[in-house]
């Protein structure tokens, strides 16, 4: 019985843990990297065909983004989810592979147009994206699930996102069980539509976050409400927009929750009846999945607006934007608005023309309101960088850049410590993951110093004993090198292209002996002619 660790270790995105139980083969998670990586990720320890569960805390794509990925390269095997989370992954993960598809072509068209005849591949692309879609298994909360002899599974809310779960996996090899916890992203307290994070009462390994586990958001409740009063009515006044790159999928929700009391109750004075401009397709799908969920994910604020006949999230003078054309239109008029757009960190979308169109006028507000990334286009705006190239155009940002302070979905290092206090006795050992290299450190000895835990903080390629207690490898930090300009592009198209053909490969299964041998052959082939 072993855990090893694979993503998202002294690092914040790209989450994945490896669980072999009974010679089964089993992630938690299998999420995308976002922005810079400090750290070399390892890779799966067997081939994906060979994987037969996935465990899905949540939706967002740094746990779920490569779950098409894993398809394309032949697992066909059946993903654990929640019923919203079920949900959300059947648009998310199809906005991903459209955003995958889109940037291969968006280079292969630059390289046409420079003479280069290399291709880029796409990382994967629809047909992975709907293939593993099909192998979603919605959950209910609260319900133990056998999924296999020897592996037995219950989620309970955590309050992240919409469906978020931590996971509970009882799992028993040669008459033993030991019981782990995976935290998943533990949600702030406090925040709207969602419940608060439920309490795990017992569990011999724990696998938790530390995003925030360096700091406390606030002494106090933000005022969110006030503080946005303040920025919409001061860049109003200034004949300006507030532009808000949010995440389409929790935080997009949340704005409208709050713009919606905001208007209702009239608080921004001369502006009244300010336009809210929602600009992202997939921010508009999943606003309709938060409703048809609300009954058994919303909390009861949100649940007693809707036994009163309001929605929460919907009101006069919400706009949303499905076409480019609409989307390109909301810059040609003059009326001061909100426009929320994702992408959150700024990296991809429609977010980016918007920037474009107002970050150099000094009477706008660009408003963060979640977490930016290290290397992300918002990680730099947020840190106070004074031009930035968007579209091969140098932007100057004379707006002004506001930042909603304990905005946030992820727990404090106060909510992370609650959380575990949660838990009737102390574990065998607590395993910190998902944060930046120093949280992750000094939430660890914070876990041994002051609260007694066996607490370690792994890196990617650690493996642990379940039954023993004892670590099989206890992996050393590989950091990146940045590789000579030109060498790694050309190699990550080789990747790239091998990857295509292991698809191709499993594509082709069913197929006439005789046509699958002549392939085989000419693959052979190849081989041989480059292992010279």
């Not at 083969?25 to 569960?53: A, K, R, S, W």
């Not at 390269?73 to 989370?85: E, I, P, Q």
């Not at 809707?306 to 008029?333: H, V």
């Amino acid at each position: 019985m072993e855990l090893m660790f694979i993503g998202a270790d002294h690092e914040v995105t790209g989450s994945c843990h490896y669980l072999c139980v009974n010679d089964k083969n089993i992630l938690v998670d299998y999420g995308m990297e976002q922005g810079t990586q400090t750290f070399e990720t390892c890779g799966l320890p067997v081939e994906p065909p060979l994987i037969d569960y996935v465990f899905l805390t949540h939706a967002h794509i740094d746990h779920s983004g490569l779950l098409p990925y894993l398809y394309a390269r032949g697992f066909r095997g059946s993903v654990y989810a929640t019923d919203a989370t079920a949900d959300l992954c059947s648009i998310m993960l199809r906005d991903s592979a459209h955003i995958q598809m889109q940037e291969a072509e968006w280079k292969n068209r630059k390289a046409k147009r420079s003479a280069e005849n290399a291709q880029i591949e796409p990382l994967y692309r629809m047909e992975d994206a709907d293939g593993v879609i099909r192998r979603l298994i919605p959950c209910e909360y609260d319900k133990k699930i056998e999924v296999c002899e020897g592996v037995v599974i219950r989620f309970t809310d955590i309050g992240h996102l919409l469906g978020s779960a931590s996971i509970e996996i009882w799992a028993t090899e040669s008459s033993v069980t030991k019981k782990l916890v995976f935290s998943g992203d533990i949600g702030n307290l406090n925040q709207p539509l969602i419940k608060d994070p439920k309490a795990t009462k017992e569990a011999d390994y724990i696998i938790m976050e530390s995003t925030y586990g360096d700091r406390n958001h606030s002494d106090k409740k933000p005022d969110y409400i006030g503080e946005l009063v303040r920025i919409l009515k001061t860049t109003f006044d200034k004949g300006g927009n507030v532009v808000i790159p949010s995440f389409a999928v929790g935080r997009t929700q949340e704005m409208l929750y709050f713009l919606r009391q905001i208007k209702e109750e009239r608080l921004i004075t001369g502006h009244e009846d300010f336009p809210v401009y929602v600009d992202s397709p997939l921010a508009v799908e999943a606003t309709g999945i938060f409703q048809r969920n609300s009954v058994e994910c919303f909390d009861e604020e949100a649940m007693a607006l809707l036994n009163q006949g309001i929605n929460p999230i919907m009101f006069p003078g919400l706009y949303l934007a499905i076409t480019s054309d609409e989307s390109r239109q909301i810059n040609f008029e003059n009326t001061p608005k909100v426009i929320i757009s994702a992408s959150g960190m700024c990296e991809a979308g429609r977010v980016r023309h918007h920037l474009k169109h107002n970050l150099w006028r000094p009477e706008c507000t660009i408003l963060f309101v979640g977490y930016q990334a290290v290397g992300t286009l918002g990680r730099a705006i947020v840190e106070g960088v004074k031009e930035v190239k968007l579209f091969g155009e140098r932007i100057e940002i004379r707006a002004r850049i506001e930042k909603l302070i304990g905005m946030s979905g992820h727990a404090d290092k106060a909510g992370l410590l609650s959380w575990l206090s949660g838990f009737s006795e102390k574990p065998e050992r607590v395993f910190v993951v998902h944060g930046e290299d120093g949280i992750c450190k000094l939430f660890t000895e914070c876990l041994k110093i002051e609260h007694g835990l066996r607490a370690y903080a792994p890196y990617s390629g650690t493996r642990f004993d379940l039954l023993t207690g004892e670590f099989i490898h206890e992996a050393e930090p590989v950091v990146l090198k940045k590789k000579a300009h030109g060498i790694s592009d050309v190699f990550a198209r080789l990747v790239a292209a091998g990857q295509r053909l292991v698809a191709v490969i499993y594509k082709n299964e069913g197929n006439a002996n005789k046509d699958l041998a002549r392939f085989a052959d000419q693959i052979n082939a190849l081989c041989d002619k480059y292992d010279r």
